[in-house]
């Protein structure tokens, strides 16, 4: 059977990590403590475009590098700042040896999530991933979902499961692609109907790993 995670605040804390950079980002122009919250809230856990995002990174502090050039490092520095941890490592090997294909689906820009896939270990741990910046498409679009169960060699037609933690990108998007749903719950937004509700990818790779690769499932 299939399984595909989003990457972000679900198989890596992205939040973590990007409060990390606030923090160096401030710290190296010497902007202050008050500059790092501020990037913090202004990010909104990722909700806002991150062109948007460094375009009032910009205007706020009076930088002289143009908003694509401050991306691009940031692209550049992220990866660096994010880690799986080792028994998340640990449980794709075991979902993978019990039979499961195990596959990435992620929006973002391919330089920036394909930093974080192979600096975390990750990539020796799935079978496949896809991006929406190398794709050109985005979840919660199925076409984004058809291209990552391809890469592992597998089928929607075959069924599957979702899992993250965004309820319109994993979830519903999950849902309409014909896969089940686990919703990894961070208190931060409602979901719909997902099939299980977790509180960590951990709690969800114990719930695959329950299931039969090749039956129904819980």
């Known amino acids: 059977m299939l399984v595909l995670f989003e990457l972000d605040n679900t198989l890596i804390d ?15 122009r010497g902007l202050g403590a008050a500059a790092a919250a501020w990037l913090v809230e202004t990010d909104a856990d990722g909700s806002v475009p991150m062109d948007v995002f460094f375009a009032r990174v910009r205007e706020r502090f009076g930088l002289a590098e143009p908003a694509e050039e401050l991306w691009r490092a940031y692209r550049a520095r992220l ?22 294909a195990v596959g990435i689906v ?20 799935v079978d496949g991933w896809a991006i929406s910046g190398a794709e050109g498409v985005r979840k919660p679009d199925v076409r984004l979902f058809e291209i990552g169960a391809r890469r592992c060699g ?46 960590d990818v951990q709690a969800a ?7 039969k690769p090749g039956g129904p499932g819980l």
């Open 14 to 28: 992205r939040l973590a990590a990007f409060e990390r950079w606030a923090a160096e980002f401030a710290g190296e």
């Open 79 to 100: 990866p660096h700042l994010v880690s799986c941890p080792d028994e998340v490592l640990d449980g794709l090997d075991r979902l993978r040896a019990s039979g499961w």
């Open 106 to 125: 992620t929006n973002g820009m391919a330089d920036n999530q394909t930093g974080k896939i192979r600096r975390t270990g990750l990539a020796e741990r």
């Open 154 to 199: 597998r089928s929607l037609a075959g069924g599957g499961w979702m899992v993250g933690d965004d309820p319109e990108k994993d979830v519903a998007g999950g849902r309409a692609a014909g896969l089940r749903t686990i919703w990894i719950d961070r208190g931060v937004a409602p979901c719909g109907e997902p099939d299980h509700v977790v509180s």
């Open 205 to 211: 790779l114990g719930l695959l790993m329950e299931m």
